[in-house]
């Protein structure tokens, strides 16, 4: 049936008697009546409102309830009756016109800044995301009743797109959209058919290709990207779980002509920065410590490219001067481990010296500016049975020779962003001292996280909260204290707690002045002009073979709040970390 020229059967006299409802919850089943006949045979509406969905818990740790789901003839995933991971489009209702969370102006919609507004909108963006964070899509869709009159939603790593609010009982434009939605290709549907559903492993032996990707039952899609094609499964990465940005998923991936084990990264990178493939071969031949890019390549595809010039003629976005605009991008790499696994504190310190030196030789030969350092970025793998440490995720770094400003705003994981950069109200220079900064910031958390020590849970926790705070005057406290607050971590090996004192020792300079008449030496941040101090601190430390010998592993320590040890609860200034647990 062709859903140009055909016409659903829809009663509109049953869609305007709807809206006498006073009570949303009865117009639940009408609606759906109603409005069944506008989509395809084997699509169905569904109504979910009494029924939480317990796999949506993408924001704030909070399953979604959807008034109405619409699921298309695929089999179900889950025993649930709400089901984001299955959803073609959800349809929210209301029937006071308070809680439109817009309005519609001269100048397009914009945002209503009543709290029945937002409240709304909130919940349209989280459904929205429900949607497309539980599924492998470009964008999806949602539906917005409002007594008799409507709006349409569409989410893209970009923005949220919202049409003027119209009458649906009058107006076909949503008995429409509802008979195409489900009549048109599944990309322009929002599903991303560059992943393809191979759950038989393709030609090669299912059970190996499991085995080796290490999942048993769950689906295993077949990626091509550029010259390689690769089979994946589930995801090992979260930052996709929020509405807009890059949204980047880390996939443990096989090769499917080799067999080779390795790390597919699927983003959607920032235009206008240098895309990741390209750093890593300005680096390649200059920086060591770095993994090595097997295959990247932009996403091919009008759905794979969104922001300010990317939307329908009929749909609005709000907040144009925050859009930018996204290309769907996938990279492949070596795949490791995360640094908190570290074999031993001394092990641990080898690989941030080995990251550390993969940051000198970007500055200082390549002229790249990494500007992200954190625990996330900081991997480890083993080479001929020596275990290094690689600096990854180059997405946001800047070349010297660019001009301008790099970023829409300041770019950093905010828990080991410098204190300095963290208390300017307006955006600042980064500085060398500020990225070495971060690497003993990374040292710090880790420490209290996951190094062996008698610190109590309650007292753990209130040292992270340190990092987490939004103000960073507490961060400034603790650079600036020096060596005199470590032996309150109550680390269990000496020759970690001292190399760690004396690197604070270092930094205390940038946040602490000293009285006229204080008769202590003079104040300098001359060493954090350059990375040889900080290099040589940890070579020399390093030395040491009784801590060579000493075995003390990594320990997710007791903390009252563990919320805060989550790898993945990490954020940037405005978004999650690329990688989390990509161990073999």
Same mark, same amino acid.
């Given at each position: ?58 924001? $704030?740790?909070?399953? @979604? !309830?959807? /008034?109405? &789901? ?7 995933? *889950?025993?649930?009756?709400? %089901?984001?991971?299955?959803?073609? $489009?959800?349809?929210? @209702? !209301?029937? /006071?016109? &308070? ?7 001269? *100048?397009?919609?914009?945002? %209503? ?51 003027k609010l119209f009458d649906y009982t009058t107006s076909p434009f949503l008995v429409r959209f509802l008979w195409h939605l489900p009549h048109a290709p599944p990309d322009v549907r929002g599903l991303d058919t560059t992943f393809e559903k191979n759950a038989a492993g393709g030609s090669r032996d299912s059970r190996r290709t499991r085995e080796l990707i290490n999942v048993i039952e769950k689906p295993v899609w077949s990626v091509t990207i550029g010259d390689h094609s690769f089979y994946v499964s589930h995801y090992l990465t979260r930052s996709h779980h929020l509405p807009v940005g890059r949204g980047t998923r880390c996939f443990v991936a096989v090769e499917t002509k080799t067999d080779r084990i390795c790390l597919v990264k699927d983003t959607w990178r920032v235009v206008g920065y240098h895309p990741e493939g390209q750093v890593y071969a300005r680096l390649k031949e200059q920086v060591q410590n770095i993994p090595n890019a097997i295959v990247a390549k932009d996403v091919d595809g009008p759905h794979h490219h969104c ?278």
């Amino acid at each position: 049936m062709d859903p140009d020229t055909s016409s659903p059967q829809v009663d509109y006299d049953a869609l305007s008697r709807i809206s006498q409802y006073k009570n949303e919850i009865k117009m639940y089943d009408p609606l759906i009546a109603a409005l069944e006949p506008a989509v395809a045979e084997n699509w169905s509406f569904v109504n979910t409102s009494a029924h939480l969905d317990p796999d949506s818990k993408f924001l $704030l740790n909070t399953p @979604v !309830k959807l /008034d109405i &789901a619409l699921y298309g003839s695929i089999l179900p995933s *889950n025993d649930n009756i709400c %089901r984001s991971c299955d959803a073609e $489009l959800f349809i929210e @209702v !209301k029937t /006071d016109p &308070a809680d439109d969370p817009f309005e519609d102006t001269d *100048n397009g919609v914009v945002p %209503r800044s009543s709290a029945r507004g937002m409240d709304t909108r909130g919940q349209v963006i989280t459904y929205l995301n429900a949607i497309q964070a539980s599924q492998l899509r470009t964008h999806s869709f949602g539906v917005l009743i409002i007594a008799n009159h409507c709006r349409l939603f569409r989410l893209t790593r970009s923005a949220m797109e919202v049409t003027k609010l119209f009458d649906y009982t009058t107006s076909p434009f949503l008995v429409r959209f509802l008979w195409h939605l489900p009549h048109a290709p599944p990309d322009v549907r929002g599903l991303d058919t560059t992943f393809e559903k191979n759950a038989a492993g393709g030609s090669r032996d299912s059970r190996r290709t499991r085995e080796l990707i290490n999942v048993i039952e769950k689906p295993v899609w077949s990626v091509t990207i550029g010259d390689h094609s690769f089979y994946v499964s589930h995801y090992l990465t979260r930052s996709h779980h929020l509405p807009v940005g890059r949204g980047t998923r880390c996939f443990v991936a096989v090769e499917t002509k080799t067999d080779r084990i390795c790390l597919v990264k699927d983003t959607w990178r920032v235009v206008g920065y240098h895309p990741e493939g390209q750093v890593y071969a300005r680096l390649k031949e200059q920086v060591q410590n770095i993994p090595n890019a097997i295959v990247a390549k932009d996403v091919d595809g009008p759905h794979h490219h969104c922001g300010v010039d990317n939307y329908p003629f009929l749909w609005s976005k709000f907040k144009e001067e925050a859009i930018r605009d996204h290309q769907h991008y996938r990279l492949v790499l070596d795949v490791g481990r995360p640094l908190v696994e570290f074999g031993s504190t001394h092990e641990l310190v080898k690989c941030m010296l080995d990251a550390l030196q993969a940051h000198c030789d970007a500055w200082t030969k390549a002229r790249v500016e990494h500007r992200d350092v954190s625990v996330g970025n900081i991997i480890l793998v083993v080479d001929k049975g020596i275990t290094r440490g690689l600096l990854i995720d180059w997405e946001l770094s800047r070349y010297e020779s660019d001009d301008g400003a790099r970023a829409y705003e300041r770019v950093g994981t905010r828990q080991f962003m410098s204190a300095r950069l963290s208390s300017a109200t307006e955006p600042q220079a980064r500085e060398l001292a500020d990225d070495l900064e971060s690497f003993l910031l990374v040292l710090l958390w880790v420490a209290i996280s996951y190094a062996p020590g008698t610190m109590t849970a309650k007292a753990r926790a209130d040292e992270l909260q340190v990092f987490d705070d939004a103000n960073p005057a507490a961060k400034r406290r603790l650079i600036s204290s020096g060596k005199s607050s470590i032996a309150y971590f109550k680390l269990s090996s000496p020759h970690f707690e001292h190399l760690v004192g004396k690197l604070m020792d270092g930094f205390e300079a940038r946040y602490r002045t000293r009285l006229r008449l204080d008769p202590g030496p003079p104040i300098s941040t001359v060493r954090l002009e350059s990375h040889g101090w900080m290099l040589e601190m940890l070579r020399k430390a390093l030395e040491d073979e009784t801590w060579r010998a000493l075995e003390d592993a990594a320990e997710v320590q007791p903390v009252m709040r563990p919320e805060v040890m989550g790898l993945m609860g990490l954020k940037r200034t405005y978004e999650i970390p690329e990688y989390g647990r990509c161990s073999k």
